[in-house]
């Protein structure tokens, strides 16, 4: 079982939709990133969070620590949030520096 | 401008043959990393470098090289020795291995 299960693997949505993506992780972790892809291939990171909720203009991320769930929305999608959503989780090893695990990511494809 | 460059966008390698992958960074980060992505799957961590001088492996680091011996600079070198490069890798950087990683926009290596 991967460490880190992004749910769906791809979604299709009209453009307007609100839209979830969810991420279940196995691990004990210190924080909790949602990166973006888009076709050509290059990553930006969306957020970074360890508790409770972030947003950044149609963008909201929550986290629950106690259920290792995180999930992304997307308010009034628009064709140009197609890309793949990745979740990805610092994990708290000790004595070493930490590392990200990353889901497998999941393709969003919002049709006007 | 601040960011993360690597070089080539395409790069093709010919069976037997050593290639070298580039990553250049102006932010100052003192972390640097190597992923390899393949479809379907998560990201996956080569080597990543703390800091200047020292590197480490992460979880499939057969078949690959590094090198620190600038700040800035943290080329990947594909050997004979990987018997299975094709593959897209990103390069990532951050101020510390606790922080956001930001990543360069990637290379593409294929094997002829």
């Not at chain 1, 949030?81 to 004595?95: E, L, P, Q, R």
């Amino acid at each position: 079982k991967n460490e880190v299960e992004q749910s769906p693997q791809n979604l299709t949505a009209q453009e307007g939709e609100f839209i979830t993506i969810n991420c279940s992780y196995s691990v004990g972790i210190s924080a909790l990133h949602w990166l973006q892809q888009h076709p050509g291939g290059g990553i930006v990171s969306l957020f970074m969070l360890s508790s409770g909720k972030k947003k950044h203009g149609r963008l909201i991320a929550t986290i629950n620590i106690q259920e290792k769930h995180s999930s992304l929305h997307i308010t009034a999608s628009h064709p140009r949030d197609s890309a793949v959503y990745i979740c990805a989780v610092m994990s708290t090893t000790s004595g070493s520096a930490r590392q990200l695990t990353f889901g497998s990511g999941t393709q969003l494809t919002v049709l006007p | 401008d601040g960011g993360i460059t690597q070089s080539p966008k395409y790069l093709f390698r010919k069976e037997g043959q050593n290639v070298t992958l580039s990553c250049e960074q102006n932010l100052n980060h003192d972390a640097m990393y190597w992923y390899r992505q393949d479809p379907g799957q998560g990201l996956r961590l080569i080597y990543y470098s703390q800091i200047v001088n020292d590197f480490q492996k992460g979880d499939i680091a057969e078949g690959y090289s590094v090198s620190r011996e600038k700040k800035e600079s943290f080329p990947l070198t594909v050997t004979s020795a990987q018997k299975n490069p094709t593959a897209f890798y990103l390069c990532a950087s951050s101020i510390n291995t606790q922080e956001t990683q930001y990543f360069g926009p990637g290379t593409r290596l294929l094997v002829l």
